[in-house]
């Protein structure tokens, strides 16, 4: 980029300081030192000026703010893997290319739903809580804090990606027995690898299953893809696990089915209207049926610094004219 000038890069949110450091080096940087969330108005005067965009899973880019962008505007360069807030065909009707960070947080939000597949049956955050506070406990007991066993059960991966193939990869290996449903089967030597039953029909699978663990992307034909139909399909015995998007399930049916006890317990890294989580989940945290994080997946510092030189690449690529190389596409209808 020798002798043109710096494209003027906006960062929605505040990033690792290492990465924000690169960026001053090789761009003109606009940071968001204060990490607040930017709000509509400011995020449509940053795309009237910006050459690029770096928005999170926080920022709405809705076909509204593209229609507004400047002429400037080549570049959505989203830190985060999951695009579903960005309206991609909007983008691409207005010639601005869309990049995302794949891989490098697969492994970490892999880590946490193996987590919550462990926390949730097994009482973790519940335990855990006993001796908060005062301290105090009346001692071991041989009926007390009992959970269910993780070892010989079923476990159900909803969308066999990336993430759900590394979730799989763990759960083998604390005696889970792998089932999948996916939109394609995946390759014969993974399946056997895993030992992995491929269901073709979801609603089979729910049905039959001990755990569900959701990690396929939020898409439109994702949206409430556990319906309270496909819900009530579940054994009341069965743990849900959820880190991939809030919206894939219906937040409310699941409430109503876990106060009803048609449900054993879920274990949830995302919500339907983040960052806002319904009251009637705080409280079956409380009581214990729920184990709740703030959308904490990818949220370690290697996968942050990693997902910020993935955008960093996508970024010099693009201005170097190359194809970047994380280049995002509409859906197919
Ligand atoms: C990120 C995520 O923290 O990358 C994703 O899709 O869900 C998260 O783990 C977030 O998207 C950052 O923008």
């Given at each position: ?80 893997n ?23 947080l697969t492994e970490d939000t892999a880590d946490m739903t193996m ?47 990336r993430i759900?193939?590394a979730v ?47 990690n ?27 880190t991939a ?24 890294d ?26 904490m997946g990818s949220a370690t510092?290697?996968g ?30």
């Amino acid at each position: 980029m020798t002798g043109r000038k710096k494209p003027l890069v906006v960062l929605t949110r505040k990033l690792p300081d290492a990465i924000e450091t690169r960026m001053r080096e090789l761009f003109d940087a606009r940071l968001n030192v204060e990490d607040r969330p930017m709000t509509q108005p400011e995020l449509v005067a940053a795309v009237k000026e910006a050459d690029v965009l770096v928005p999170t899973v926080t920022d709405r880019i809705d076909a509204a703010l593209i229609e507004q962008a400047g002429p400037n505007l080549k570049l959505i360069a989203n830190f985060g893997n999951g695009v579903d807030k960005i309206d991609i065909a909007a983008a691409m009707a207005k010639g601005i290319v869309v990049t995302n960070t794949p891989n490098v947080l697969t492994e970490d939000t892999a880590d946490m739903t193996m987590a919550l597949i462990l926390a949730t049956p097994r009482r973790l955050v519940e335990g855990a809580n006993v001796l908060k506070g005062d301290g105090k406990w009346a001692g071991w007991s041989p009926t007390w804090m009992l959970g269910n066993r993780i070892w010989g059960k079923r476990l159900g991966i909803v969308g066999m990606g990336r993430i759900g193939t590394a979730v799989a990869r763990r759960a083998k290996a604390f005696g889970l027995s792998i089932h999948y449903h996916n939109r394609r089967r995946v390759a014969p030597a993974t399946e056997d690898a895993l030992e992995a039953t491929y269901w073709e029909s979801l609603d089979q699978m729910l049905a039959r299953m001990d755990i569900i663990s959701v990690n396929c992307p939020s898409t439109p034909a994702t949206f409430h893809l556990l319906s309270a139909r496909r819900l009530a399909l579940m054994q009341p015995s069965a743990y849900l696990v959820n880190t991939a998007r809030g919206d894939i399930i219906d937040e409310d049916a699941l409430i109503k089915m876990l106060e009803t006890g048609k449900l054993a317990g879920a274990g949830l890294d995302v919500f339907e209207h983040e960052p806002a989580v319904k009251p009637k989940l705080v409280k079956l945290a409380a009581k214990g049926k729920v184990v709740i994080l703030p959308h904490m997946g990818s949220a370690t510092i290697e996968g942050r610094i990693d997902m910020g030189e993935k955008v960093i690449i996508n970024i010099r690529a693009f201005f170097d004219g190359h194809r970047p190389p994380d280049r995002v596409l509409p859906l197919k209808a």
